[in-house]
């Protein structure tokens, strides 16, 4: 079973940049997280789709924005890059609707932002 | 809000030794927790997850136990191995199940020396 697949897994954007980040949960998962990681903040949580919903959203500016496809693919967009956004992008899948179980993430999207 | 704490920062022991990864929070109304387990620019791959009402989870030489009330976990780690070099992380998710919208600490770099 394949596992949560990141892409890219790296690129570098330049400031004023937009920049689309894709992923692709473990088959029949239905919930997709989207959490940054840097060395100062660690890791915040950005966002969750389920059944291409947003259901959660994390304290993110409004340059932040994602959405989730009916294959339960999502993507994540940051536009107007700023240099603070260079980072690790980590998407997590979980099974079903009660979110009991684990949370299973990929190997992530490192962005930097020149 | 919840705030997760996790000590030591960084830790180095010789192969070989027993050792115990500390992590704490401060609202202890949480569904559960995880810890995971980060290689250098990788993606977190989860080692166990304790629900609220368990106090403990083994897996191979892990032992994870979880003292909701005193808003405590610790991480036991059986007979290190230099392969135990990583970053430990712990998550909470809150007690109304919000979705997937976890609470990480700022882990524990763990080395183990030949």
């Known amino acids: 079973k394949a596992g949560v697949t990141q892409t890219p897994r790296y690129l570098i954007k330049t400031r004023g940049q937009q920049v689309t980040l894709s992923c692709s949960p473990i088959?029949?998962?239905?919930?997709v997280s989207w959490y940054q990681q840097t060395p100062g903040q660690g890791l915040q949580f950005l966002f969750e789709?389920?059944?291409?919903?947003?259901?959660n959203k994390g304290n993110f500016p409004g340059r932040f924005s994602g959405r989730q496809f009916s294959n339960s693919r999502s993507e994540m967009n940051v536009s107007t890059l700023e240099l603070g956004d260079s980072a690790l992008y980590l998407c997590?899948?979980?099974?079903?609707?009660?979110?009991?179980?684990?949370?299973?993430f990929g190997e992530g999207s490192r962005l930097t932002v020149l | 809000k919840q705030e997760v704490t996790q000590i030591p920062a960084a830790l180095s022991v010789p192969e070989g030794e027993n050792l115990v990864l500390n992590c704490s929070f401060t609202?202890?109304?949480?569904?559960?927790l995880q810890w995971f387990r980060q290689d250098p620019g990788k993606g977190l791959t989860s080692l166990l997850l304790?629900?609220?009402?368990?106090r403990e989870q083994t897996s191979g030489r892990l032992n994870a136990s979880l003292d909701k009330s005193s808003g405590r976990s610790t991480l036991y780690i059986a007979a290190s191995q230099p392969g135990d070099s990583a970053t430990y992380l712990c998550?909470?998710?809150?007690?109304?199940?919000?979705?997937?919208?976890?609470?990480f600490g700022g882990g524990t770099r763990l080395m183990v020396k030949p």
């Open positions: 088959s029949g998962h239905r919930s």
């Open positions: 609202d202890s109304a949480i569904y559960n």
């Open positions: 998550a909470v998710r809150p007690s109304n199940n919000a979705g997937n919208m976890l609470t």
């Open positions: 789709y389920f059944s291409e919903t947003q259901r």
């Open positions: 997590a899948s979980s099974p079903g609707h009660l979110n009991t179980g684990e949370l299973f």
């Open positions: 304790i629900q609220s009402s368990q």
